[in-house]
Structure formats: C-alpha cells, structure tokens
C-alpha cells in the first residue's frame, strides 16, 4: 500500500509535464504489459460472486441489479451530460452524474434539469489532483469543503478521483453512500478491489453508509487504452454477475464519449458502444432487473442491514 502510494504521488507531480499523448502511451503500455498476469481475476474474480450473508433477493423478485454512473472529469464532459441523459432515457434508463465541484463550473441549471428528468447528481471528489487520499492532512483540509457542496447539492453519493479511497475517512462526510471502490479491477492507480459484486456496509461508531463497488471494467481501460473493438469485455462480465445475481454498477465518462457522430478523438470512444451494452441488458435480460438509482439502492441495502441485526 504504501509503496502505491508512493509511485502515485510521484506521478502525480509529474504529470502536469507530460503532454496528453504520452500519458495515455504510457498507461496503455503498462496496461496491455500486465493484462496477461491479471488473466484469472481480472475482469472476473470468481470469489467476488459469493453472496453476502443472510442476503436472500432483489426487490421484485429480480434478479440482478443495475446501476449506472457517470463521472464527469472537465468541461468538456460536462457540456455533454445533457445529450447523454437524453440518449439513456430513450432506452429508459436513468443514471447518476458526478461532478468535479471546484475542477470546472459546474451547472445549476444542469443539475436541476437532471435531477428533474429522475436523474441524479453526485460530487466526484473537489479538484481532482489525485492527492485526496494521499495523506490524512489533506483529506482533513478538503472534508469540509466536500460536506459544503454534499449539503449545498442536496446530495448523498460521493465517489473520488481516480478510485482512491479510505473506507475509514469516508465516515468523515456526509454521505449515505460511496461509490470509490470496484470488485475487480488491477489496472487501477489503488488496485486493491474490495472482492465482491454486491454493496456492503461500512460501519464506524454506531454509523455508517453504503459502500457500491463498481462491478465491470470502466470505459477507459478497454475501450481508450486497450483500445478493445467490441464490448465483449463488458458482455461477458454481465453474463456471470447475472449468473450471480449481483449488481451490475456501470461507471463510464462522457469526456471520452463521441457523442456527435464523428471519428472518435485521442482518449474517446464511439457512444455506440455504450448504448450496446444498455441495449444488451435491455432485451437479452428484459424484466430480470432491478434498475435503480444509486441513492435508491443505498437505502434498500441500508434497510437490508438494519432487518439483519
């Protein structure tokens, strides 16, 4: 841990020195280098479809749940969370969209228009530096800030930058859920993965909140840095959590989104293939889900808790 950390904070101070290309040249290097070793637990851990003790079903008798999620890194995202609403809704589905409160301006207009369409709006950690979590200073100096725009929002999901976590200071905002962690995923600047495709409880002091780990492979590793040509990465991984019945919680980004149509850019991919994967839910599962907003499922699984002790 303490050596991630380490060649973390390195990185991060250098990366303002590298230009983009060379980042993502880097990264996909390092990646397609370690895909091989990670063959047998990555993008499924056979362990992390064990269910959770005492855990007996879905609400409605489904099978599975879904949750899908959106981080929003800089303005450019951030100017196309309208269409991709747009895009969801017309397969019927809805989602949560986390925003960067102090990275970029971040729109009333919009988060009230999301939230009016059933949508929801989250906060992704505060400037995105990658330094959040780097050491418990830090954190202590941003906490307040983040509970300000937790309260300010009216929200009650955070996830961080990066996937970078301490489930034990999370307790320090006002949170009924956190979204910063995955079952799976080795590629990952924190690669430890929680093992398991279904939420949990986190509790400190007699309180507590939600922990949803993200359970397939986020957008940027197969489809910019692998640069995979199909979805089968994300189809296959569906198939065994709903062989599992577990949660299925999508995080992609509309930054790397080619939303208008045109050849996709450096570190974007074509939006077609985010609309399969909705697509590929919607009928080869039809009425076996579950879908259902972040902060709707965090209240379900607390409830689930508080019947269980």
Known sequence: ????????????????????????????????AKKPLYKDVWPILESAGDKPEKFDAWPDGKDFAVVL??????QKGHDRCERLMQLEKELGFVSLFNFVPERYKVSPQLRKLLEEQGFEVGVHGLNHDGTLFQSKKIFDERAPK???????????????PAM?????????????????????????????????????????????YV???????QDFTPYVLMKEPTIEVWKRKVDWIVKKGGMILVN????????????????????????ELLN????????RYWHVLPKELATFWKEKVEQIN
Do not use: C
């Open 69 to 74: 999620t959106h981080d929003v890194e800089k």
């Open 1 to 32: 841990m303490q050596k991630t950390k380490i060649i973390n904070a390195i990185y991060y101070k250098l990366k303002p020195l590298m230009p983009r290309w060379f980042q993502l040249w880097l990264r996909r290097r390092v990646i397609l």
């Open 211 to 217: 922990e949803m780990p993200y359970t397939i492979a």
């Open 164 to 208: 970078h976590h301490n489930l034990d200071w999370i307790h320090e905002l006002d949170l009924e859920y956190d979204l910063s962690t995955f079952d799976t995923d080795p590629f990952e600047p924190q690669a430890e993965g929680v093992g398991t495709i279904f939420p949990f409880w986190v509790s400190k002091n007699g309180k507590g």
């Open 252 to 275: 992609t980004h509309p930054d790397y989104m080619s939303l208008d149509g045109k050849k996709p850019g450096l570190e974007e991919f074509p939006v077609a293939m985010y609309l």
């Open 280 to 287: 590929y839910i919607k009928t080869e599962y039809k009425d």
């Open 146 to 160: 983040i509970n300000q725009y937790i309260e300010e929002w009216n929200v009650v999901g955070f996830r961080s």
